[in-house]
């Protein structure tokens, strides 16, 4: 929403959904209350289980296992494993099965690992529901709501489970979730609370006036409170849950292009793997030798890695959102941050604070109509004249007692410090009826009786709204217009306060109250000026928006004025150009289309028009993430290429229809989220270019030898060797790097921009063919110089490793050296490399696996050029990054 229109839309549809006084004013006293306690609830979770779907359940770590084992390289390497048996080799069939057990032990802790993050992120992402435990409001997941808990509803809320209503006022819901009636229906609260609640089975969704709300259906309208009586599978929408598990997610761009490239490379692997086998067994006469060499090019040449780097990096990337207090509703969005080119973000409580305080106060004398001003920031610590005495209190009768709103609390605030023991506070009166605001009308008014029955009623509101109710003339208006603009100026938010004139209202009952605010006389009593400060993160952050090269644009229900007062003090640029919400619904498309890429201030903003701006930037070819919190700003959440929702503030609506959720309203955790946007899909390049690159020296090494005839230098039981290593390293080692130093002086990325892009494959085809180069070098040399057969691929093995953790190290940045990034952190990094190097020794020098191996001992002078072979095999690269920086 508008942040003007959404805070007088906050103070008369209860948006405060946690405001004790609107139970109060309709006899129901909060503290009454005391629904389950917390020990009872606990209990009851435990007996009865989450209030969610079965869908929602985590899968137990036999189901991940089991889908490990059906991998194709585990597959390969049973079958490797049997055919060993079959030649007669029990110690290498066993090892081959050692190595399998120990690879799904790698892959089960990351993939527990990255449940364990899921099940964080599903604990976030589940709707919020506010209840009232030991005579307290507390606001808890909706899967943790527990049978005959006491639910608060509000506008906007989805409603956790299947309840009885206890109390309502206004209360509609959207059923046609269940009922599939589009128009919502009106709720009615029960009479007989007891019998309700043990007969609530027997009835259906659908119908007016009845006291039950469902799980899943949304308030469309008013507030009520209610007593749970079914949750999770024994909810109506429980009770077609299973059909909602059938439904599939639909794919990700990224996920068809990973699935797209490991299927060409699958189909080119078969067929390679037979043309091997078939020439193998034909040249050679040893068909069970072709098999194995058959199966080891395949387990050489299949990405299989590829489908679940991607799995973890997103998952895991969603997660270190959630660290930074920014909820991924969306998997994929963990990417597209990072090709973000215009933030649109709310004023209100996302650039500031959202705590309000009175600064200005302007009245006009009763007597003389002579203006009178005063600067409340100026005169802190002063008795505030009698003449601001009556504003002030129009101001607060025009609330509520115990406010939630920011408006609200700062003119209770002033009341306090400055009204406090004056007969101007007037906590022994009781509210009759409230006026709430209207798309027509933004003004609210509170009807009011005194103890001695007089009726008093005030109204607070946008200013000319008030300056209507009061039916100024042209020349008052004009007048009021100028004073406004001084104080919107100043970067104030302006409320005007007007009051009923006259004593007619005396013998006035309840029923013989106007329908209309507009039938009222009122007398305007001034205008109130209020100050929201900005936070100390936001224009540091606008800052680092600018340098990676995004736009920031600022969209408010504020004055103009107030709007670019604000945009100086964060550093907003231009802040001379403004479009206000009346001219978005009137400026023809091309000029809106053209000023729309300048202009970064929206001010006197409604919700509606959000989506305006949306569709205007993505005409421009901007990729949008757009800010809101209120139901009507769901379709421009959904609009925009990301969706972001207010955490505190916002609705359920808003944050089903985003795509992040910002759990503390805060701008910079955007700027955050952009800059961790970036760093997941440098990481994921890399751990995608170190997977293809890996894989090419793995093969040709596999491949060749058998079309030189060579002896066969990789068996199946070297590349499981390899894949203790590769595995972690392109997951867990290349999700861990910090981002690179540049991450945010850069331009956003091309959201077009494959993530196997030319650059990409071009550095991973280069890197993996220079390190095939050079084992064929070291193999070659080593073999015709002599030196037998368990010589040469000792010495070729060796140079792999070496040159496989070269290629982790120098991958880890494109743009700073393995010697600069040794000093940054990465705890995975040194155990990968650790863990290779101890292996790499038990197999060289441990007699018993050197023979399982067909590895012969390798003397110093051989591990020296096993060590430098490997470290010129990709040096090139290094003195690439150089020569780039230059």
């Not at 280069?766 to 010589?791: K, M, P, R, W």
Request: hydrophobic share 45%; charged share 20%; net charge negative.
């Amino acid at each position: 929403m508008g942040i003007f229109w959404r805070s007088l839309y906050v103070l008369c549809t209860l948006r405060g959904r946690e405001n004790k006084t609107f139970i109060m004013t309709h006899k129901i006293e909060l503290q009454s209350i005391t629904g389950l306690s917390v020990l009872t609830a606990g209990d009851r979770l435990q007996e009865e289980g989450y209030n969610e779907l079965p869908s929602t359940q985590h899968r137990q770590i036999w189901e991940i296992a089991l889908e490990i084992f059906q991998e194709p390289i585990f597959l390969l390497l049973l079958g490797c494993g049997i055919i060993y048996l079959f030649l007669g080799d029990p110690q290498e069939a066993l090892i081959l099965l050692g190595f399998i057990f120990f690879i799904v032990g790698i892959n089960l802790y990351q993939e527990q690992k990255t449940e364990k993050s899921l099940e964080a992120l599903r604990d976030l992402s589940s709707p919020r529901a506010l209840v009232i435990r030991d005579g307290e409001r507390q606001r808890i997941p909706g899967r943790e709501v527990v049978r005959e808990d006491v639910i608060v509803l509000s506008e906007g809320d989805r409603v956790p489970a299947d309840a009885v209503v206890m109390w309502s006022t206004h209360l509609s819901v959207d059923e046609s979730l269940l009922t599939g009636e589009s128009l919502p229906v009106r709720k009615q609260d029960t009479t007989d609370l007891e019998n309700t609640m043990r007969t609530a089975t027997q009835h259906r969704p659908g119908g007016e006036d009845l006291p039950f709300v469902y799980s899943g259906t949304l308030v469309v309208q008013g507030q009520g409170i209610a007593q749970v009586y079914a949750t999770g599978m024994q909810t109506e929408m429980g009770k077609i849950g299973k059909a909602l598990q059938t439904v599939e997610p639909e794919d990700t761009v990224l996920q068809r292009e990973t699935r797209k490239i490991v299927s060409k490379l699958t189909f080119v692997a078969i067929a390679i793997c037979v043309a091997v086998i078939v020439i193998y067994g034909a040249t050679r006469n040893n068909w069970l030798q072709g098999i194995l060499a058959g199966l080891a090019l395949a387990m050489a040449i299949l990405p299989n890695e590829i489908p679940v780097v991607l799995a973890i990096f997103l998952a895991l990337g969603a997660w270190r959102f959630s660290q930074a207090r920014v909820l991924t509703r969306r998997v994929p969005v963990v990417e597209t941050l990072g090709s973000a080119t215009v933030l649109c973000v709310d004023k209100t409580g996302t650039l500031t604070f959202n705590r309000m305080s009175v600064q200005q106060l302007f009245v006009y004398q009763p007597t003389t109509l002579t203006p009178q001003f005063y600067d409340v920031a100026l005169h802190e610590r002063e008795a505030l004249p009698e003449t601001f005495h009556e504003l002030i209190e129009f101001g607060i009768l025009a609330s509520r007692k115990d406010p939630f709103d920011p408006m609200e609390k700062a003119l209770k605030q002033v009341g306090d410090d400055y009204l406090a023991r004056t007969e101007h506070l007037h906590q022994d009166w009781e509210i009759l009826r409230e006026y709430p605001l209207t798309g027509e009308l933004l003004a609210m008014s509170c009807v009011w009786k005194s103890p001695e029955n007089k009726l008093v009623v005030a109204t607070k509101g946008a200013p000319e709204a008030i300056a209507d109710l009061c039916h100024f003339n042209t020349q008052q208006k004009q007048d009021l217009e100028q004073q406004i603009n001084k104080m919107a100026i100043a970067g104030l938010r302006v409320l005007g306060v007007a009051k009923v004139i006259g004593q007619h209202q005396k013998n006035k009952t309840l029923k013989s109250l106007p329908e209309a605010q507009h039938d009222f006389e009122f007398a305007f009593l001034g205008l109130l000026g209020m100050a929201d400060p900005v936070r100390p993160t936001v224009a540091p952050a606008i800052a680092e928006c600018y340098t990676a090269g995004i736009r920031v644009v600022m969209i408010t229900g504020d004055y103009p004025a107030t709007a670019q007062n604000i945009a100086r003090q964060i550093g907003l640029k231009p802040a001379t150009e403004v479009i206000t919400g009346s001219e978005l619904e009137t400026i023809p498309e091309g000029e809106l289309l053209s000023r729309i890429q300048t202009v970064n201030i929206f001010a006197r903003v409604v919700p509606e028009q959000k989506l305006l701006i949306v569709n205007a930037l993505k005409r421009c070819g901007e990729i949008v993430a757009m800010t809101g919190d209120g139901v009507n700003d769901a379709p421009a959440l959904k609009a925009a290429n990301i969706g972001i929702a207010m955490g505190e503030r916002g609705t359920d609506v808003a944050r089903e229809s985003a795509d992040l959720v910002l759990l503390d309203d805060d701008f910079s955790a955007i700027v955050q989220s952009v800059r961790l946007g970036r760093r997941v899909f440098d990481n994921l390049k890399k751990g995608m270019a170190y997977t293809l690159a890996v894989h090419i020296p793995i093969a040709g090494m596999s491949l060749i030898p058998v079309i030189f005839h060579w002896p066969l230098v990789l068996l199946p039981i070297h590349i499981a060797f390899l894949h203790l290593i590769i595995d972690p390293a392109c997951t867990v080692v290349f999700e861990a790097e910090p981002e690179e130093s540049n991450v945010m002086n850069r331009p956003p990325r091309n959201p077009r921009e494959s993530l196997f892009s030319r650059r990409t494959l071009r550095l991973a085809l280069l890197q993996g063919i220079s390190v095939l180069v050079v084992l064929l070098l070291v193999f070659a040399v080593a073999f015709y110089s002599g030196h037998g057969e368990f010589d040469a691929r000792t010495l070729a093995f060796t140079t792999l490793i070496v040159s496989n953790l070269s290629m982790i190290l120098s991958n880890r940045s494109w743009s700073r050296t393995i010697p600069e990034m040794l000093r940054t952190p990465n705890a995975a990094l040194w155990w990968v490399l650790a863990g290779a190097v101890v292996f790499m020794g038990l197999v060289l020098y441990v007699p018993v696996l050197r023979h399982l191996f067909r590895f012969s001992v390798l003397h110093f002078d051989d591990l020296l050029v096993s060590l430098t072979s490997g470290v010129l095999s990709i040096l090139w690269f290094e003195g690439l990054k150089v020569w780039g920086r230059r």
